[in-house]
């Protein structure tokens, strides 16, 4: 699995920068200073340090104090809306916001507008899940259809969408689609299963709320094995070799919009065993092009050529002048790894007991540059029947995925001969 070198090379085998942590020589009732950023301390010190009390928050200075909480619920619901699906959250909400509003009508306006703004949030989150599972549920194994009803199945993605291009700008609407509806606290419940700062006590009793995250690692999975089933599809070699060089194609555009995750997901569907092994068919490719993506995409070195590549989508996006160069879509599941390791190599405490915030800056900082990045409007227009067929086409299981692989090309040795024969009986009836 890739690793962080910069991050993991920062902390030692007790897990934190003993450098820093030397140099934090400033403190203030528990709480260690570096160049005026909080650098650590005791959870009670900073407890402590937040909570209001008779000198720092006079019941008389409430009129002051309100338009600080309205800012912090505000900044929260925009942030983090999923966190109030919660009836005991929503309840909570409304009540202190009610507190808030009775004092002047600006306030009243401003926690009306904050509470329908949350209420639309989450309707068109639920909305989203709602057409998930409705695609989920209809989903359907492509040998199965082709064995129930043949004719059903007559296109291919060619035939629906012949330009590369702009097959890849309705992967990047699919893409930017799925990406604004992952809250920030789905990277923390990915990973975290008990309170990160006590190991003694459990902080999720209820299953884990990643299913936005989830959905998205799916559709990687699944434009995988839909670019591996179009490939192992037809029965002649040269329209395999032509669907072939259309998916470079499409990769390539991808790399040029910026959207790493696409390209990444159809370099795997063309390394699949069942696509790779058809040598016949490779044979009559031009392979120039896809030698330079998969040298782009090189996992070597922790993936140090799609890093640097992805370096400069990120810069381009920050001086775009326009919505198509804004965008940057990374290669998720590295994303996610880089995420992981940074939080299992770093301890969340440092030896004498206090909140390494360290680690949880390096933590916000990774998952701020995404929420930026999710946040790009599509500038593509979309096309509703390419869109369809990407999203509910049956695609083949891995099992049929081989067999028509085999059917394609005959098996090599008596291993592939064996698991051929395997294949008929079990997928097909047949011996």
């Known amino acids: 699995m890739p690793q962080t070198p910069p991050f993991s090379a920062m902390f030692d085998s007790s897990g934190y920068n003993r450098n820093l942590y030397q140099s934090a020589e400033d403190s203030c009732g528990g709480l260690y200073y ?21 000198d720092y928050y006079p019941d008389n200075q409430i009129r002051k104090i309100a338009p600080k909480i309205l800012q912090l619920l505000t900044e929260w619901t925009e942030t983090f809306p999923y966190d109030f699906r919660d009836e005991r959250m929503m309840r909570n909400l409304k009540d202190l916001a009610h507190r808030i509003a009775s004092g002047e009508e600006t306030y009243r306006k401003n926690v009306q507008q904050m509470i329908q703004c949350l209420i639309r949030k989450l309707a068109a989150l639920s909305q989203y899940e709602e057409v998930l ?5 209809t989903s359907t194994d492509r040998l199965t259809v082709l064995k129930t009803k043949p004719q059903s199945i007559q296109r291919d993605i060619i035939t629906v969408c012949s330009d590369p291009y702009t097959l890849a700008q309705q992967l990047t609407h699919i893409e930017l689609e799925r990406l ?23 902080c999720y009793s209820e ?13 990687f999975n699944r434009l995988s094995y839909l670019v591996a089933t179009e490939i192992c599809m037809p029965v002649k070699k040269k329209h395999r070799a032509r669907m072939i060089e259309y998916f470079i194609d499409v990769a390539r555009e991808c790399f040029n919009i910026g959207n790493f995750n696409s390209l990444m997901a159809i370099i795997s569907g063309m390394n699949m065993s069942p696509v790779s092994r058809l040598k ?8 120039a092009k896809f030698d330079v993506l998969e040298h782009q995409m090189d996992p070597s070195s922790n993936f140090y050529n799609y890093r640097t590549a992805l370096r400069g989508a990120a810069q381009r996006s920050l001086t775009a002048h326009s919505s198509r ?19 299992e190599g770093c301890a969340n405490r440092l030896p004498n007991g206090h909140v390494n915030f360290e680690k949880f800056w390096e933590l916000a900082k990774q998952v ?8 790009v409007e599509c500038p593509f227009e979309r096309d509703r029947k390419i869109l369809q067929y990407l999203l509910t086409v049956p695609v083949f299981s891995e099992d049929a995925l081989y067999l028509a692989s085999y059917e394609s090309e005959g098996p090599e040795n008596h291993i592939e001969k064996d698991r051929w024969k395997s294949l008929r009986s079990s997928l097909l009836g047949r011996v």
Do not use: C
């Open 368 to 375: 701020s540059e995404f929420m930026t990045w999710k946040q």
């Open 180 to 202: 604004n509806y992952i809250g920030p606290e789905e990277f923390v419940q990915a990973f975290v299963q008990k309170d990160p700062l006590d190991n003694d006590k459990s």
């Open 280 to 287: 016949k068919t490779w044979a009559k490719v031009k392979t």
């Open 34 to 54: 570096h160049d005026n950023n909080l650098l650590s301390g005791s959870l009670e010190a900073l407890i402590q340090h937040l909570v209001p009390n008779v």
């Open 133 to 137: 599972a409705k695609i989920s549920s």
């Open 207 to 219: 299953r884990k709320k990643t299913r936005n995250l989830e959905a998205y690692v799916e559709w």
């Open 325 to 343: 160069e804004k965008i940057v879509i990374p290669f998720f599941s590295l994303l996610i790894k880089d995420i992981y390791f940074l939080n």
